[in-house]
């Protein structure tokens, strides 16, 4: 059951739709490479295709109806948008979800420290990642500083050209024949994944004088003060825009595409939805990469009350009614999936592999090994999203992560179904994952967006 290859179906009009789409894309990936900054962009988005905040309509007193759109965001990290359908919503909905936060490194609380007349930033990986590819790369620096005062400082630092960048220093090649002898995960240690913020000391200043001039510049141009480190969020990622990839620029090469590509998609599909039957929602949310916990994770209850604030204020909650609608809902879970790599071949079973440029993926299951820590779809829910793939001509592929024993992985799936919900997985295949530099195929990016455009309107 091979399945074609998504650029031999498009003609002129495909081809047109799919560079535009991923020429949007691209932009999203660049003003978005923290949760918050994602956020804050789906938010202008979502202004501009005619939503309303939940809130500014709870205030008003004004009752939801049948074509109206809100949103609602939680602590600035995580974002639910919703489409109000024909149907009683009671029935249930039909709802997108993906994550906005990808691995990188988060600056620690008391950070800033100097060392051989070289000051560095103290920091602890976020996620999944294998922490020699973050060595010698051009970083940046974005994310928030609240200070005692309640003003709240934007910080991004290293994507102008006009900025300077950082990075992880490592052993240079002559002196490293201890280091290349150790095993991958301990060829360089979390705790060296220090970044170098500066070398030049503030005149005058006998003790730690390059920290009291990275302090000085930080006081000069963002009014910050070492203790204001004590409420930062820092997040430490890679410099430099989303490029397209290849001779023919048929990929695109960039930080945080998991998930961010299926968040993208699953939005801009929300937003080109003129009208639906059923209820259309897009959760957007944060923490997936380590467990969907916390406030602003999966695990928490934003989604659950936002639901219920939703059905308040169309004149329809009720405890009974709430649980009714979410066990009624049907929910694609919009993460990403590992793209067959020939140069790696023996970690795919070929069969059941996900293959860049043909289509959108479905994963039945994930977890790790014996199924463990996955949602595992119902047949009779995927037969029905295979006729409405089909019905909508959207080119799709079903896959597993890797060999079975060979490892594993989760997404916010296993969550919602807690609900009673049919959730499947459904995303975009992805080279490099968990990389400083992923790689997606645009031809991939323009058939998720179809399916998710397919599902709303079909599901």
Known sequence: ??????????????TKELEVLCKEYRKFLNHGKTERECVKYIV??????????????????????????VYAVNMKKAIALFQIGADPIV?????????IDSPRMDVKQNPLYEDTDFAYLDTHYYGGIKKYQWVTLPLAIHGVVAKKDGQVVDIV????DKDPIFCVTDLLIHLAGEQMDKKAAKVVEGEQLDILVGSQPLLKEEK???????????????DIEEEDFLSAELEIVPAGKAREAG?????????GQDDRVCAYTSAAAMFDMEKVKRTACCLLVDKEEIGSVGATGMQSKFFENTVAELMESM??????????????????????????????????????????????VFNKFTGSRGKSGSNDANAEYIGKLRKIMDDNHVAFQT???????????????????????????SGVAVLNMHAPWEITSKADVYEAYKSYKAFLKDA
């Open 1 to 14: 059951m091979e399945r074609k290859n998504a650029w031999k179906e498009y003609d002129k009009k495909d």
């Open 208 to 222: 730690e004088p390059v920290k009291k001039m990275v302090l000085s510049i930080l006081k000069k141009k963002y």
């Open 157 to 160: 630092i290293g994507e102008d």
């Open 247 to 255: 001779l023919d620029a048929s990929m695109i090469m960039a930080y």
């Open 315 to 360: 004149g329809e909650y009720s405890e009974l009614k709430l649980k009714r609608c979410l066990a009624g809902s049907y929910m694609l879970s919009s993460d990403v999936s590992a793209a067959y790599d020939p140069n790696y071949a023996s970690a795919f079973e070929k069969k059941n592999a996900a293959y860049l440029g043909r289509g959108v």
């Open 91 to 99: 029935e249930g909905m039909n709802i997108l979800g993906a994550h």
């Open 399 to 425: 896959a597993e992560l890797g060999k079975v024993d060979i490892g594993g992985g989760g997404t916010i799936a296993y969550i919602l179904s807690l609900y009673g919900m049919n959730v499947i997985d």
């Open 44 to 69: 202008e988005l979502a202004k501009g295709a005619g939503y309303q905040d939940l809130n500014d309509i709870k205030k008003s007193g004004r009752m939801l109806k049948s074509g109206d759109k």
